[in-house]
C-alpha cells in the first residue's frame, strides 16, 4: 500500500517561501510524475515527501498514518538520488543489502531478494564490483536495486536519468516504466523533462513556483491545458501562441496551436509565411515559420521527410477543434 | 598538453630541489653523527664529518643517567592519548558543522582557529596557576588535556575539510534507507573518511610528539615526556652536545621512523579533495 496525502504542505526557507500551501492525493500504485522547469520547487516537494527537509507547516499522511514528523527512516519509502548515492566503499552487494541491516532482517532473507533484485535488474555478474567500477547505467540499477529490496510503500525519484547519456535514459526510462508495471507500488519521479513525463506518468503534477498549474493524465495535459504555462510546458515541440487579431476573432485573447495540428501547403491556407530554420529528423521535420509584424516564428511539425527549404513561401491552416483559447489572465475559455 | 621542459631547466630545478632538501634535512644529519662523536669531537674546530672514532658511548652514558623508557611512554600515552581524545570530540563537531551548518558556523570555525593564534606563553600563568590548584602539575591526564585542547582546533578543520567532500547525498541515502545516525555515522561517514581520518591523527600524534612548551612548563620528573628529557641535556654549566644529540636522535627516532611508513597516507591525507 502507498497511498499518500498532502494536506496544506507548506515549507519556507527563513523567509523565503519556496512551497506555498499545497494539497496533493497520490493514490496507491500510481506514477506520478513531478514535473516542472529548475527551482519550482519539484525536487524540495520530493524531499518534504521522503522527510529529508522539515515541512514549515501543514501534513503528510501515508497510507493513512500521519508521517509529518517521522524521520526519513520510519516512512516506508525508498528514495532513488540523481548522483545514484552510492555507497563507494561498499561491494554492489552490501548496497543492496544495507537497508536490510538496518531492518535487522535475518541474512538468508537478504540474500533471497539481492538475488531477485540483481536477476530483475541485470546485475547478477556485478555483486562483488564497488560502485567505482560500474558504469552509469550499471550504478542506476545498484540505487533501483537498493530501493526495492526494503520493499517501500513508495518510491520516489529525483531526477534518476539526468546523468545519464540520451541513449541509457530512453532504455532506463522503459526499465523503470517496466518495474512499476511489475511491482504496482506507487512511485513518485521528479524530472525536468516533459518527455520523461509524458511517457511514464499516470498522472502527471505540473509545478511552477512551488504551485501546482495542474494536475491530469499525459494526455488529459496535452488536450485540455489548464493555462498558458501548462500548455507551453507539456508537448514538443512548444505550442505556438498567437495574441492579436486572429486570436480575438476566435473570441480568445491568446490562442495556441500545437506545431502537430498545422497543415502546410505551398498554394493556400490560412496563414501565408516565410520558411526560416527547418529541422530534419527523418520521421518528422520542424519548421519554423516567420510572419510579417510577427518575432517568434511559428513552428510547424510535419511527418516525414518534406521538400521546403529555407526562404520557400508557405501557407499554413489550423485544425480549428483544436485550437487552444485562453483570456487574458491566461486561462483557458 | 604536456609542458616541454628543456633538459638545462631540469637539471637546474632537481639541483634546486636538493639542495633546499639537503638544507632541511642537515640539522637532524648532524645530530645524529654528533651523537656517535666524543664531547670533544663533537665541538672541533673546524668541525669533522664523518672520519671521527664513532662510539656509542653517549647513548650508554644517557641511558645510565635517565630513564629513557619512562619518557619514551610518556610520550606515546601523552600524544597518542590526546589525539583519540580530540577526535572523539572533533568527529561529532566536524560532522555537525559540515553536514548541518548553521549561521554561524563559519564563525565558529573562525573562532577555533583564532585560539591558534595567541602565544601560548599569554595564558602560560593563568593555566600553571589552575593546573597548581587541581593538581595537575606533572601528571599525564594534566598534559593529554592540555594538549587535546591545543590541537583540537586543528583536528575539527582538518576533519571539517575532509566530511566536505563527502557528498551529502550518500548520507541521506543512508538515513532513507533506515540508519539511524549513529549507524549513518559508523557504516557511512566514517568509512568514507577513512583517508581523512587517519591523516588527521597521524598529524596530530606528530605535533603532540613534538610539542615543547606545555610538555616543559608543566611538568618536571612523573609525566615528562622525551621533549623535556632532551631539554634535561641543554644544561648551562656544561658542554654536553653529543649526550644532548644522542638524546635527541633516541627522542626524534620513534617519531620519524611512524613518519616514514605513514608518508604516503600523510601525503594523500594532507592533499585530499585537491584533485576530484
Same mark, same amino acid.
Given at each position: 500500500?502507498?497511498?499518500?496525502?498532502?494536506?496544506?504542505?507548506?515549507?519556507?526557507?527563513?523567509?523565503?517561501?519556496?512551497?506555498?500551501?499545497?494539497?496533493?492525493?497520490?493514490?496507491?500504485?500510481?506514477?506520478?510524475?513531478?514535473?516542472?522547469?529548475?527551482?519550482?520547487?519539484?525536487?524540495?516537494?520530493?524531499?518534504?515527501?521522503?522527510?529529508?527537509?522539515?515541512?514549515?507547516?501543514?501534513?503528510?499522511?501515508?497510507?493513512?498514518?500521519?508521517?509529518?514528523?517521522?524521520?526519513?527512516?520510519?516512512?516506508?519509502?525508498?528514495?532513488?538520488?540523481?548522483?545514484?548515492?552510492?555507497?563507494?566503499?561498499?561491494?554492489?552487494?552490501?548496497?543492496? %543489502?544495507?537497508?536490510?541491516?538496518? #531492518?535487522?532482517?535475518?541474512? *538468508? &532473507?537478504?540474500?533471497?531478494?539481492? /538475488?531477485? $533484485?540483481? +536477476? !530483475?535488474?541485470?546485475?547478477?555478474?556485478?555483486?562483488?564490483?564497488?560502485?567505482?567500477?560500474?558504469?552509469?547505467?550499471?550504478?542506476?540499477?545498484?540505487?533501483?536495486?537498493? %530501493?526495492?529490496?526494503?520493499?517501500? #510503500?513508495?518510491?520516489?525519484? *529525483? &531526477?534518476?536519468?539526468?546523468?545519464? /547519456?540520451? $541513449?541509457? +535514459? !530512453?532504455?532506463?526510462?522503459?526499465?523503470?516504466?517496466?518495474?512499476?508495471?511489475?511491482?504496482?507500488?506507487?512511485?513518485?519521479?521528479?524530472?525536468?523533462?516533459?518527455?520523461? %513525463?509524458?511517457?511514464?506518468?499516470?498522472?502527471?503534477?505540473?509545478?511552477?513556483?512551488?504551485?501546482?498549474?495542474?494536475?491530469?493524465?499525459?494526455?488529459?495535459?496535452?488536450?485540455?491545458?489548464?493555462?498558458?504555462?501548462?500548455?507551453?510546458?507539456?508537448?514538443?515541440?512548444?505550442?505556438?501562441?498567437?495574441?492579436?487579431?486572429? %486570436?480575438?476573432?476566435?473570441?480568445?485573447?491568446?490562442?495556441?496551436?500545437?506545431?502537430?495540428?498545422?497543415?502546410?501547403?505551398?498554394?493556400?491556407?490560412?496563414?501565408?509565411?516565410?520558411?526560416?530554420?527547418?529541422?530534419?529528423?527523418?520521421?518528422?521535420?520542424?519548421?519554423?515559420?516567420?510572419?510579417?509584424?510577427?518575432?517568434?516564428?511559428?513552428?510547424?511539425?510535419?511527418?516525414?521527410?518534406?521538400?521546403?527549404?529555407?526562404?520557400?513561401?508557405?501557407?499554413?491552416?489550423?485544425?480549428?477543434?483544436?485550437?487552444?483559447?485562453?483570456?487574458?489572465?491566461?486561462?483557458?475559455? | 598538453?604536456?609542458?616541454?621542459?628543456?633538459?638545462?631547466?631540469?637539471?637546474?630545478?632537481?639541483?634546486?630541489?636538493?639542495?633546499?632538501?639537503?638544507?632541511?634535512?642537515?640539522?637532524?644529519?648532524?645530530?645524529?653523527?654528533?651523537?656517535?662523536?666524543?664531547?670533544?669531537?663533537?665541538?672541533?674546530?673546524?668541525?669533522?664529518?664523518?672520519?671521527?672514532?664513532?662510539?656509542?658511548?653517549?647513548?650508554?652514558?644517557?641511558?645510565?643517567?635517565?630513564?629513557?623508557?619512562?619518557?619514551?611512554?610518556?610520550?606515546?600515552?601523552?600524544?597518542?592519548?590526546?589525539?583519540?581524545?580530540?577526535?572523539?570530540?572533533?568527529?561529532?563537531?566536524?560532522?555537525?558543522?559540515?553536514?548541518?551548518?548553521?549561521?554561524?558556523?563559519?564563525?565558529?570555525?573562525?573562532?577555533?582557529?583564532?585560539?591558534?593564534?595567541?602565544?601560548?606563553?599569554?595564558?602560560?600563568?593563568?593555566?600553571?596557576?589552575?593546573?597548581?590548584?587541581?593538581?595537575?602539575?606533572?601528571?599525564?591526564?594534566?598534559?593529554?588535556?592540555?594538549?587535546?585542547?591545543?590541537?583540537?582546533?586543528?583536528?575539527?578543520?582538518?576533519?571539517?575539510?575532509?566530511?566536505?567532500?563527502?557528498?551529502?547525498?550518500?548520507?541521506?541515502?543512508?538515513?532513507?534507507?533506515?540508519?539511524?545516525?549513529?549507524?549513518?555515522?559508523?557504516?557511512?561517514?566514517?568509512?568514507?573518511?577513512?583517508?581523512?581520518?587517519?591523516?588527521?591523527?597521524?598529524?596530530?600524534?606528530?605535533?603532540?610528539?613534538?610539542?615543547?612548551?606545555?610538555?616543559?612548563?608543566?611538568?618536571?620528573?612523573?609525566?615528562?615526556?622525551?621533549?623535556?628529557?632532551?631539554?634535561?641535556?641543554?644544561?648551562?654549566?656544561?658542554?654536553?652536545?653529543?649526550?644532548?644529540?644522542?638524546?635527541?636522535?633516541?627522542?626524534?627516532?620513534?617519531?620519524?621512523?611512524?613518519?616514514?611508513?605513514?608518508?604516503?597516507?600523510?601525503?594523500?591525507?594532507?592533499?585530499?579533495?585537491?584533485?576530484?
Amino acid at each position: 500500500m502507498g497511498r499518500i496525502t498532502l494536506d496544506k504542505v507548506q515549507k519556507s526557507f527563513g523567509d523565503v517561501e519556496v512551497i506555498p500551501p499545497l494539497d496533493l492525493e497520490i493514490e496507491d500504485g500510481e506514477f506520478v510524475v513531478f514535473v516542472g522547469p529548475s527551482g519550482c520547487g519539484k525536487s524540495t516537494l520530493l524531499r518534504l515527501i521522503a522527510g529529508l527537509e522539515d515541512v514549515t507547516g501543514g501534513d503528510i499522511t501515508i497510507d493513512g498514518t500521519p508521517a509529518t514528523d517521522l524521520p526519513p527512516a520510519k516512512r516506508r519509502l525508498a528514495m532513488v538520488f540523481q548522483s545514484y548515492a552510492l555507497y563507494p566503499h561498499m561491494s554492489v552487494r552490501k548496497n543492496i %543489502a544495507f537497508p536490510m541491516k538496518m #531492518a535487522g532482517i535475518p541474512q *538468508d &532473507e537478504q540474500a533471497r531478494r539481492i /538475488d531477485n $533484485a540483481a +536477476r !530483475v535488474l541485470n546485475l547478477t555478474d556485478y555483486l562483488d564490483r564497488r560502485p567505482g567500477q560500474l558504469s552509469g547505467g550499471q550504478r542506476q540499477r545498484v540505487a533501483i536495486g537498493r %530501493a526495492i529490496v526494503r520493499e517501500p #510503500a513508495a518510491f520516489l525519484f *529525483d &531526477e534518476p536519468l539526468s546523468n545519464l /547519456d540520451a $541513449a541509457l +535514459r !530512453v532504455g532506463m526510462r522503459l526499465e523503470i516504466s517496466e518495474l512499476h508495471k511489475r511491482l504496482a507500488t506507487t512511485m513518485i519521479y521528479v524530472t525536468h523533462d516533459q518527455v520523461e %513525463a509524458m511517457t511514464m506518468a499516470d498522472k502527471i503534477v505540473v509545478l511552477r513556483a512551488g504551485h501546482i498549474e495542474q494536475v491530469g493524465s499525459p494526455l488529459e495535459l496535452y488536450r485540455t491545458p489548464r493555462n498558458l504555462f501548462v500548455a507551453g510546458f507539456i508537448g514538443s515541440p512548444r505550442m505556438n501562441f498567437i495574441d492579436g487579431e486572429d %486570436a480575438s476573432s476566435r473570441g480568445a485573447h491568446t490562442i495556441g496551436v500545437r506545431p502537430e495540428h498545422l497543415a502546410v501547403s505551398d498554394s493556400d491556407g490560412v496563414w501565408r509565411g516565410t520558411v526560416g530554420v527547418a529541422e530534419h529528423l527523418g520521421s518528422d521535420t520542424f519548421f519554423h515559420v516567420h510572419f510579417d509584424g510577427r518575432d517568434e516564428p511559428i513552428t510547424v511539425r510535419a511527418t516525414g521527410e518534406v521538400a521546403l527549404k529555407h526562404g520557400d513561401t508557405v501557407w499554413l491552416t489550423p485544425d480549428e477543434d483544436r485550437i487552444h483559447r485562453f483570456d487574458q489572465q491566461g486561462l483557458r475559455i | 598538453m604536456a609542458r616541454a621542459v628543456p633538459t638545462r631547466v631540469k637539471a637546474r630545478n632537481t639541483a634546486i630541489a636538493w639542495i633546499i632538501a639537503i638544507l632541511i634535512f642537515f640539522p637532524i644529519l648532524w645530530t645524529v653523527l654528533t651523537s656517535f662523536k666524543t664531547e670533544a669531537t663533537a665541538i672541533a674546530d673546524p668541525p669533522v664529518f664523518v672520519n671521527f672514532q664513532w662510539t656509542l658511548e653517549n647513548y650508554v652514558t644517557v641511558q645510565e643517567r635517565s630513564n629513557y623508557f619512562r619518557h619514551f611512554l610518556n610520550s606515546v600515552v601523552i600524544s597518542v592519548g590526546s589525539t583519540l581524545i580530540g577526535l572523539a570530540i572533533a568527529i561529532p563537531a566536524a560532522w555537525a558543522m559540515a553536514f548541518v551548518p548553521g549561521r554561524q558556523t563559519k564563525n565558529v570555525l573562525m573562532w577555533m582557529l583564532s585560539t591558534k593564534m595567541l602565544p601560548p606563553v599569554g595564558v602560560l600563568v593563568p593555566l600553571y596557576l589552575i593546573f597548581r590548584d587541581w593538581g595537575l602539575l606533572d601528571t599525564r591526564v594534566g598534559l593529554i588535556f592540555v594538549l587535546t585542547m591545543i590541537n583540537l582546533p586543528i583536528i575539527v578543520w582538518m576533519l571539517y575539510t575532509y566530511f566536505r567532500e563527502i557528498p551529502g547525498d550518500i548520507l541521506e541515502a543512508a538515513r532513507m534507507d533506515g540508519a539511524t545516525l549513529r549507524s549513518e555515522v559508523t557504516y557511512v561517514l566514517l568509512p568514507m573518511a577513512v583517508p581523512g581520518i587517519a591523516s588527521t591523527l597521524l598529524l596530530n600524534i606528530i605535533l603532540a610528539w613534538n610539542e615543547a612548551f606545555w610538555t616543559l612548563n608543566l611538568t618536571a620528573a612523573n609525566a615528562a615526556p622525551l621533549t623535556a628529557f632532551i631539554a634535561s641535556y641543554s644544561s648551562p654549566e656544561g658542554l654536553f652536545y653529543a649526550k644532548l644529540s644522542a638524546a635527541s636522535t633516541m627522542a626524534i627516532a620513534p617519531i620519524l621512523i611512524m613518519g616514514w611508513f605513514s608518508q604516503k597516507q600523510l601525503v594523500r591525507g594532507l592533499t585530499f579533495g585537491a584533485v576530484k
